[in-house]
């Protein structure tokens, strides 16, 4: 019972007293008083819990409210990161555009922005004799020209070696086994120029898809020439940090 109700209980009560015993009041409008108490008692009583009730729904609201605002926060958030990542990837693309643009009018090379990052083709013969792991000169200033580009791009580089299905010819059996080991060599080999170039090393990936991503068919030479490529992938994907042994 709350304070006020309890006062007014109580005075009511004095009262009803006083008029009983100095006033000669009757015993039945003396239960009256006492009831009209009461009840005015159970009134303050019901509006005060009403009242609690109110005040912890408000607190509820008030939460739902901070809670709802937290959300509209993180997705402004979100889609801020979204536009400035946006930005990045179509900045990345554009200048690799300009860094390759006679390769890109023979055909040599290819560049596509893609969904989720960038892709960048470039056909063997650019790069690397028949069989060898070996970059050209002029290959090597093209990748060049790649890694000056990558250096200012927060990307991670994955670099793919493709080939044709052709089995290794006896002369590099023993060095390239399958073209798993041809694919993998000539990605390493992109990578390690890389990392050279100054693209930091935690954003460098190898890896060999021989032939196992053809882009045309194996049964024409044409076909071949596509599917023997250096595929590079940039994209927006955090690099897990490595702890310093």
């Keep these: 019972m709350s304070v006020s109700a309890k006062w007014l209980s109580a005075m009511v009560s004095l009262a009803a007293v006083v008029l009983v015993a100095g006033c000669g009041v009757s015993k039945s409008k003396y239960l009256a008083a006492t009831t009209s108490a009461e009840e005015m008692t159970a009134k303050n009583q019901a509006l005060q819990a009403s009242l609690d009730a109110a005040k912890a729904e408000s607190e509820k609201l008030q939460q739902q409210v901070a809670g709802m605002q937290s959300s509209v926060d993180q997705l402004n958030a979100d889609l801020e990161k979204q536009k400035v990542e946006a930005n990045q990837m179509k900045s990345t693309y554009e200048g690799l555009v300009g860094q390759l643009q006679g390769e890109l009018s023979s055909g040599q090379v290819e560049i596509e922005q893609m969904r989720d990052g960038v892709r960048v083709n470039l056909a063997q013969d650019i790069l690397f004799k028949s069989g060898s792991a070996n970059l050209d000169k002029s290959g090597k ?105």
Excluded: C
């Design 141 to 245: 200033d093209l990748l060049l020209k790649v890694a000056e580009e990558l250096k200012r791009s927060p990307y991670q580089v994955v670099v793919l070696g493709h080939t044709d299905n052709q089995k290794i010819g006896a002369s590099l059996a023993g060095r390239y086994p399958t073209n798993w080991e041809l694919g993998a060599a000539r990605a390493g080999v992109i990578v390690k120029l890389f990392q050279g170039a100054g693209v930091e090393t935690p954003r460098l990936l190898a890896v060999s898809a021989a032939e196992s991503r053809p882009r045309a068919s194996n049964e024409t030479a044409e076909g071949r020439t596509l599917n023997r490529r250096i595929e590079i992938r940039l994209r927006p994907v955090e690099v897990e940090s490595t702890a310093s042994k």
